[in-house]
């Protein structure tokens, strides 16, 4: 099942016999212990690759970015902070549309590829930090999910979410690395999904790794906070234009729209979030109080693709490779 896998610096293939790890792994889980200690994963010309922690069922690859470094502290400094808990499971064809889509206005894109929910049988790749969405993947009867994050921090607490709800894990790998450069082989995966995950990203790297790590035919969801014309607007007024997201993180543009048109046979895009730039202006008490109020109007405005396109605070991007 896991020889997908490549040397994220050269290429070179690697592969990972999980089967002789699980036992531990799963002793381990039981017993509450640590992680065990890491395995050396090599290529085929015997170069290490990767660190094996089959107890967490991580694979950690190098990273060379010094910002990921930075970025990857941060995030496992908030993991200590987070509890596992349960997430909602809805049963029935309801999975994807009440769940891993809850709250948000993607009617339009799920109504037009409805083939984004049908997940059984399929190799698939998620971005999603804590575990939110990994494990319904896992448990809808997706081949084998890939998981894959900058945070160990964060993986482990994806891996203990999984493990309280019951979820198996047999079909599910952790890989510790930037998603700039993924350890995996080009065709590789059948759908993607990304949720709040690539305003962090390099795009001008990501882009292109995606697309390589996609199957012909292979369809993607990314779920994004978007800047759009009207919010860069607004937000040029105010000070903390450079701060927008965590200060480093920049939103999905028109420009990364184009370029994932240059990249992908087919793009659709549907944008939410139309009051966002004048609720942003708002102090935040009042921003919650009157974004409950105003959520049905703001569902009719989304509604309407070129009010949408201008105001969207927020996008989901359908590609299909």
């Known amino acids: 099942m896991w020889d997908h896998l490549r040397d994220p610096r050269t290429g070179a293939p690697v592969t990972l016999d999980v089967a002789a790890n699980d036992a531990a792994a799963t002793e381990d889980a039981a017993t509450g212990g640590a992680a065990t200690d890491g395995v050396t994963l090599r290529t085929r ?15 950690d690859w190098p990273i060379h970015a010094p910002l ?29 549309d009440a769940d891993i889509c809850r709250g948000a206005s993607l009617d339009p894109i799920r109504r ?9 049988g399929r190799r698939v790749l998620v971005l999603d930090g804590s575990g939110t969405d990994a494990w319904r993947f896992v448990e809808h009867g997706a081949l084998r999910v890939d998981h894959v994050d900058v945070s160990s921090g964060m993986q482990r607490v994806a891996l203990a979410r999984l493990r309280r709800m019951g979820t198996p894990t047999d079909r599910l790998l952790f890989h ?24 962090h990203l390099d795009r001008r790297r990501f882009f292109p790794e995606l697309h390589r790590v996609l199957a012909p035919g292979a369809e993607a969801l990314l779920l994004e906070p978007r800047l759009s014309p009207a919010l860069q607007s607004v937000l040029r007024l105010r000070r903390g234009l450079r701060r927008i997201d965590r200060g480093a993180d920049r939103p999905l543009g028109d420009r990364d729209l184009e370029t994932l048109r240059a990249l992908f046979r087919e793009v659709d895009v549907a944008f939410e979030g139309t ?27 989304d509604a309407r693709p070129r009010l949408g396109r201008w105001l969207g605070a927020f996008a989901s991007v359908y590609l299909r490779r």
């Open 68 to 96: 990921a470094h930075a970025e990857a502290a941060e995030w496992d400094r908030r993991a200590r902070e987070l509890a596992p808990f349960p997430l909602p499971r809805p049963d029935g064809p309801e999975w994807w």
């Open 112 to 120: 037009a590829h409805p083939s984004l929910g049908k997940v059984e």
């Open 176 to 199: 510790r690395v930037e998603a700039e450069a993924l350890p995996f082989r080009a065709a590789s995966f059948d759908l993607a999904f990304a949720r709040g995950t690539v305003h």
């Open 45 to 59: 010309d015997g170069q290490p690759a990767a660190t094996w922690h089959p107890a967490e069922r991580r694979l």
């Open 275 to 301: 009051l966002q730039p004048i609720l942003t202006r708002l102090p935040r008490r009042a921003r919650s109080r009157w974004s409950v109020r105003l959520r049905p109007v703001e569902g009719a405005l």
